[in-house]
């Protein structure tokens, strides 16, 4: 994996340093401002796989109510659940999985800025705010600010795509609601901080793309 994600880490090292070339220009070099100012500029780069993610979830909610009868119809029956389900997704030109891909495609960016921030080269003082070291996990962030905004976050972020279901899927989804961010928040805190702040960072202007997307009332129409 080394070699293909060397290309990836050295832009990623390379934006960094370009960014907080930025923040020395407006007179405050800070690699934490730095790191917060090229997360929004990969999201803004992403924004419109956001916006067909954004359309993939709502197409899905639109289509719980359906797929809520479906199961109660079908629930002792798993095959024919399975086939009306297709069918279903197939008459609705739905794609479940579509949504996923945005996530799909940011993860290389996720790693590549994981072992950029680990191996960088900080030409000054890595901290930033109550912060002591980018560069390190935990003591680095003494009150665990970053891991609960990570948690905080992600859990708003997936709370805002959740659909309704029934049966075994809602438990299951029910499940993942609430456990995949304490598990966000469990391995922030043994990341680097920098890679935290990215997360939390991240997470923020994904909620706001989110919210806007599914309340801009052009975007409702398309997402339909």
């Known amino acids: 994996m080394g070699w293909l ?18 923040t020395a220009h407006m007179g405050f070099p800070n690699y934490g401002l730095a790191i917060i ?15 067909k993610q954004v359309k993939s979830m709502k197409a899905m909610q639109d289509l719980a109510p359906k797929l809520k009868a479906l199961q109660e119809k079908y ?59 980018l560069a390190q996990s935990n003591p680095a962030d003494p009150y665990y600010i970053i891991p609960v905004l990570a948690a905080a976050t992600s859990f708003v972020m997936s709370k805002q795509t959740s659909t309704s279901s029934t049966g075994e899927m809602a438990q299951q989804a029910k499940m993942m609601l609430y456990f995949m961010p304490l598990f966000i928040g469990y391995i922030t805190n043994t990341f680097p901080a920098g890679l935290g702040i990215y997360w939390v960072i991240s997470n923020l202007v994904q909620i706001i793309q989110q919210w806007w997307l599914y309340h801009k009332p052009a975007a409702q129409g398309e997402a339909r």
């Open 75 to 133: 629930k002792d029956n798993k095959e024919k659940l399975g086939q009306e389900t297709g069918n279903l997704y197939k008459q609705a030109g739905v794609n479940p999985v579509a949504g996923c891909l945005p996530m799909i495609i940011q993860m290389p960016f996720l790693i590549a800025i994981f072992y950029a921030l680990r191996s960088y080269s900080y030409v000054s003082d890595p901290s930033f705010l109550w912060i002591k070291s």
């Open 5 to 22: 994600m060397n290309p990836i880490i050295g832009v990623m090292k390379w934006a960094l340093t370009f960014c907080y070339g930025l």
């Open 37 to 51: 100012i090229l997360t929004v500029i990969i999201k803004v780069i992403l924004y419109p796989l956001t916006v």
